[in-house]
């Protein structure tokens, strides 16, 4: 199974940035699609971004341009990170690793609080 490790969270500024990273163990994340969803008070979680081994990526319209996801397969880390911040941006942010071939199947991290606040 894959366990992960998630930091970088916290309080920031609107307009300012923060870099998510998701340290994965337990298995080589080159067999997985690496991604980044969050989940607001009261709301569904909401996709934000995936990247597949080869470095392809995937991103929701209300992210693109300020959000950029990457990852070091020699390191098992993937990262996100968040520019020009706004308070709608405020969530807990969950790194996912999703298998690659059938069944497809989820892993989850712990989540992180970002909260972007004056």
């Known amino acids: 199974q894959v366990q992960f490790v998630e930091s970088g969270g916290g309080l920031v500024q609107p307009g300012g940035s923060l870099r998510l990273s998701c340290a994965a163990s337990?298995?080589?994340?080159?067999?997985?699609?690496m991604g980044w969803y969050r989940q607001a008070p009261g709301k569904q979680r909401e996709f934000l971004a995936t990247?597949?081994?080869?470095?392809?990526?995937n991103y929701a319209d209300s992210v693109k341009g300020r959000f950029t996801i990457s990852r070091d397969n020699a390191k098992n880390t993937v990262y996100l990170q968040m520019n020009s911040l706004k308070p709608e941006d405020t969530a807990v942010y969950y790194c996912?690793?999703?298998?690659?071939?059938?069944?497809?199947?989820?892993?989850w991290g712990q989540g992180t609080q970002v909260t972007v606040s004056s």
């Open positions: 996912n690793a999703r298998t690659l071939v059938v069944p497809y199947y989820d892993y």
């Open positions: 337990g298995s080589d994340s080159t067999s997985y699609i």
């Open positions: 990247i597949r081994p080869g470095g392809i990526t």
